[in-house]
């Protein structure tokens, strides 16, 4: 049996964004916006949309740690005579 080869792409495709020069943009992703959420925004919402982007993903680590501590930790003691925590 012969093998097929699927053709070599030459290259990725091309994105440009007037925000490919910001902070935390990686090779060889480059700026990461699959939905063009940044198309048609100027700098201030995409500075506000950072910023949401960084604070709902420190509350997201924080309830991954709230779901996984007590799974490891249980606080000792009793919420009411002859109740303990769970």
């Known amino acids: ?9 030459s290259g990725a495709i091309a994105m440009s964004s007037p925000y490919e020069n910001e902070l935390g943009v990686i090779q060889p992703t480059g ?24 604070k709902h993903g420190r509350v ?14 249980r606080f000792p003691g009793e919420i009411a005579p002859g109740i303990k925590f769970a």
């Open 31 to 54: 700026f990461f916006d699959p939905l063009n959420l940044s198309s048609d925004i100027d700098e201030d919402t995409f500075a506000q949309y950072r910023t949401a982007e960084l």
């Open 1 to 9: 049996l012969a093998r097929v080869q699927a053709p070599m792409r």
């Open 60 to 73: 997201a680590q924080l309830a991954v740690i709230g779901y996984v501590v007590p799974e490891f930790y």
